[in-house]
């Protein structure tokens, strides 16, 4: 099992740049992938991006170019580092953690809310 504690949501100004942060219970070195997810008021829950504990991230195309994944094993933490953001990129912002236990089994941070202004 683990923990997920998200960080560093707020209101921005669309073109502005935030960071998050996604700070893990126990080392993330093993941990199959770790990602971002988000939800906007009335929408599915999607994937943004997310890195494999070899360090391949995925994002996708709506923030391809804008935002960057990357991890910090020595914190066990996950970044998400958000520039040039959009009223559409408003949303709830959740941390996930999939680990291998046999099955993939997916863990959630309580999540951040980003609210970008136009």
């Known amino acids: 099992q683990v923990r997920l504690v998200e960080s560093g949501g707020g209101l921005v100004q669309a073109g502005g740049s935030l960071r998050l942060s996604c700070a893990a219970s126990?080392?993330?070195?093993?941990?199959?992938?770790m990602g971002w997810y988000r939800q906007a008021p009335g929408k599915q829950r999607e994937l943004v991006a997310d890195?494999?504990?070899?360090?391949?991230?995925n994002y996708a195309d709506s923030i391809t170019g804008r935002f960057t994944i990357s991890r910090d094993n020595a914190k066990n933490t996950v970044y998400l580092q958000m520039n040039s953001l959009k009223p559409e990129d408003t949303a709830v912002y959740y941390c996930?953690?999939?680990?291998?236990?046999?099955?993939?089994?997916?863990?959630w941070g309580q999540g951040t809310q980003v609210t970008v202004s136009s």
């Open positions: 126990r080392t993330i070195s093993t941990i199959y992938a």
């Open positions: 996930n953690a999939r680990i291998l236990m046999g099955a993939l089994y997916d863990y």
């Open positions: 890195i494999t504990g070899g360090g391949t991230a």
